[in-house]
């Protein structure tokens, strides 16, 4: 069975940091490529950040040059590093598989993260 | 960037209806148009792939069709636990991969 586990939410203040784990089971994580997706509060989906299996990673502009996506191949693991938070990135944030074919097959249960100060 | 516009954004529906979503892209994706559902407090699923795949251990009232700009989910015969929200999303090319809004399934 497929399960991803996101962890490390919580309550940051604008400026901040913060870092996401997304633990996961059931699939060949070292040759998945992995997303992570948000959504604010009673708002719709939006794309954050990729990485491929082999480590190459992209960003949404809104979020390019603060948060940096990371992977540990050897623990099953995918990491955001949210760095400089703003009001606006308060969200429940997925990680998830990612296939250009499929799009996003399989999701986590999300974590909850609020900027405020 | 690519935009995904779904209409409506909410419709009322009865138990047995069959109901239609579509998806307008703002340019030819060809048939990369993934469809998803959500309910609330929980994560998306999805429910087609590439327009008109559907996803394993998805019911068969649920079906998709389109390609270029223009896609449609179809529900037929709509069941209690269908009640949430569907959305698009494109998986073509290239970043940023987008999402239509949100259409909110209702009972009527």
């Known amino acids: 069975e497929v399960q991803l586990v996101e962890s490390g939410g919580g309550l940051v203040q604008p400026g901040g940091s913060l870092r996401l784990s997304c633990a996961a089971s059931g699939f060949t994580f070292t040759q998945s490529a992995m997303s992570w997706l948000r959504q604010a509060p009673g708002k719709g989906l939006e794309w954050v950040s990729y990485?491929?299996?082999?480590?190459?990673?992209l960003y949404a502009d809104s979020v390019k040059g603060r948060f940096s996506i990371s992977r540990d191949n050897s623990k099953n693991t995918l990491y955001l590093q949210m760095n400089s938070p703003r009001a606006e990135d308060t969200a429940v944030y997925f990680c998830a598989n990612n296939d250009i074919l499929t799009g996003f097959e399989y999701w986590g249960q999300g974590v909850l993260v609020t900027v405020s100060s | 960037d690519i935009q995904m516009t779904q209409s409506p954004s909410s419709l009322s529906a009865s138990v047995g209806d069959r109901v239609t979503i579509t998806c307008r892209a703002s340019?030819?994706?060809?048939?990369?148009l993934n469809w998803y559902q959500q309910k609330p407090g929980k994560a998306p699923k999805l429910l087609i792939y590439a327009a008109s795949s559907l996803q394993g251990g998805v019911p068969s009232r649920f079906s998709g069709s389109g390609s270029g700009t223009d896609f449609t989910l179809t529900i037929n015969s709509l069941q209690p636990e269908d009640f949430a929200t569907y959305y698009c999303q494109q998986s073509y090319n290239t970043p940023p991969w987008t999402f239509g809004q949100g259409t909110k399934v209702e009972i009527k």
């Open positions: 340019q030819s994706i060809d048939r990369y």
């Open positions: 990485i491929s299996g082999s480590g190459a990673t």
